[in-house]
């Protein structure tokens, strides 16, 4: 899988942390990558065969497992970098992305602050909308200006 396609699918689980508690999502986790497996081995007809790695699996578990280790601090980055905006009052979709992308942009220095950035902006487009991409810009690069 392309890293696209790894932060797409570990948004995917993310999202879910409103629904069942951080304390569950070891075991979504698992399911989520077991369901994903499924997928693979029987494609449905429309779509393409996909390939899910041992390390691409390790990836994901790793990213999922280090957001929901770090989730409090997101957040209070988020609060403080959101002016006007409750947590509570984001889509959980947006939320989703901002606390992947807010992860990556303080933990994770593979990624570059502007790929977490544009790859956050992609996905508010694909599953928010256009001014969801704005308003997940403009935190984003807060937060940035905010750790200089």
């Known amino acids: 899988m392309t890293r696209h396609e790894l932060r797409e699918y570990i948004f995917k689980i993310i ?20 369901a994903l497996k499924l997928l693979i081995a029987e494609p449905l007809e429309d779509e393409d065969k996909i390939k899910l790695t ?17 989730l409090n601090e997101l957040d ?6 959101s002016r006007n905006w409750e947590l509570e009052r984001l889509g959980k979709e947006e939320l ?11 933990h994770d220095e593979e990624i570059p602050n502007a790929v977490a950035i544009n790859e956050a902006v992609e996905l508010a487009k694909t599953y928010s909308g256009e001014k969801a991409s704005c308003f997940v810009n403009g935190v984003l690069a807060g937060i940035i200006e905010n750790q200089k």
């Not at 999202?15 to 077991?34: H, R, V, W």
């Not at 209070?76 to 970098?81: A, C, F, M, Q, T």
């Open 96 to 106: 989703a992305i901002l606390r992947l992308a807010t992860f990556e942009i303080l």
């Open 76 to 81: 209070e980055v988020l609060r403080s970098s």
């Open 15 to 34: 999202f879910q942390i409103p629904f069942y508690g951080a304390e569950k999502m070891d075991e979504q986790t698992e399911d989520n990558l077991d």
């Open 54 to 70: 041992e390390k691409d699996e390790a990836y994901i578990t790793q990213k999922v497992k280090g957001i929901l280790f770090h």
